[in-house]
């Protein structure tokens, strides 16, 4: 009997299902603003009327705002919907069945399904023991069939980055390849590849509101790349993939310069203080230029489970990472205010006591 099947690309694909469903309590497992987003941004929601919903989102305006905003010309910006859609839509723009699409893993989870629902054939780079990307490893994977590497900067899981020049070398010595350098933490980290593209037509870099911004809900990216690049990239793209009220909100997110500032200074001296109180009692973590750390709270899959399971008895949500590649045993936990990160170092004390880790450490003492 006929019946319908989807493509073989999308039937082989792993499901992805992120533990979302009733997240109450502190949430520091999806690398979101903890605190929310400026209260400007939700006046300006206030302000909206029936028209503004009744008519088909007009990205342009929005767009030019946001190219003034990063120095760039408005050509080279499309506003997505999330990152997520920017990684879709160079997948879709470049990708096709046999070719091959390069990842440095542990990375995003989303890199890996749009590259295969493209047809693609997935090349994942190992690193070290530091999670350290090396340019000329990753090279070496590439291929006359390569056409799209992803590469995370900070990178997620991680919160590891890769130099410039190391990225450069990469963009360089692809030039048939995309290579996009998605810098959904950028905020936290202070550097990015955005003036770096000039003479690179291949180089893409892609921004998020999710993070910093607070804006994860209203689902707000942008991929920046060569002008001419860019025309092809919108061919694939829906003309209303960024909605309305996205559109009426991110002008203001962008103005409030204040806000991300104090939100990133917080972040920062957070991570400082759960980075040296984990120096202190010997546990292992990679050094972050996230908003979020990378650490090691046992041998095992188990070991993670039980720490994530008992952080959740005491209202803190963190995430499993021990199914990541080299991350067995580790946990990552997102950072917020000051506040935020008080109550987390008092949990995590109390969680290393009960479950016999790093026992006699006093996470709280060894704060700056
Ligand atoms: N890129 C990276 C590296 C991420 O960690 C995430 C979110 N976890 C995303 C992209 C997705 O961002 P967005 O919400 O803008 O789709």
Known sequence: MKTLSPRPSVRTLPAYHPPLA?????????????AGCSPRVIERLRQLVPEDLARYPERGAVEANVAEF?????PEVLLTNGVDEAIHLLCQTYL?????????VPTYSMYRIYMMAAGAQVIAVAVGEDFRLSAKNLCESITSKTRLIAIANPNNPTGTVAPQAELLQIARSTPEAAV??????????????LTQRNDLPNLFVARTFSKAYGLAGLRAGILVGDPGQMLSVRLACSPYNVNAVALACLPTALADHAFIQE????VRDSRAKLEIALTANGVQFWPS???????????????????????????????DRSSDPGCLGC??????????????????????????????????????
Not at 96 to 104: M, R
Not at 180 to 193: C, I, K, P, Q, S
């Open 180 to 193: 996009l350098v998605d810098e959904a933490y950028f905020e936290f980290y202070g550097h990015t590849m």
């Open 331 to 368: 946990v990552r936990i997102t950072l917020g205010p000051r506040e935020h990160a008080n109550r987390l170092l008092a949990a995590l004390q109390e969680t290393f006591d009960e479950l016999g880790i790093a026992p006699r450490q006093n996470l709280g003492a060894s704060r700056p």
């Open 289 to 319: 230029q996230a908003n979020f750390v990378l650490m090691r709270v046992g041998a095992t899959a188990g070991d993670s489970a039980a720490f994530v399971e008992r952080m959740r008895r005491r209202g803190i949500l963190i995430r």
């Open 70 to 74: 990063l120095g760039v010309t408005a």
């Open 263 to 266: 939100y990133v200074c917080e």
């Open 96 to 104: 096709q069945p046999g070719d091959e699409a390069v990842i440095v």
């Open 22 to 34: 009733g997240r109450n309590g502190l949430r520091f497992d999806f690398n979101e603003n903890t």
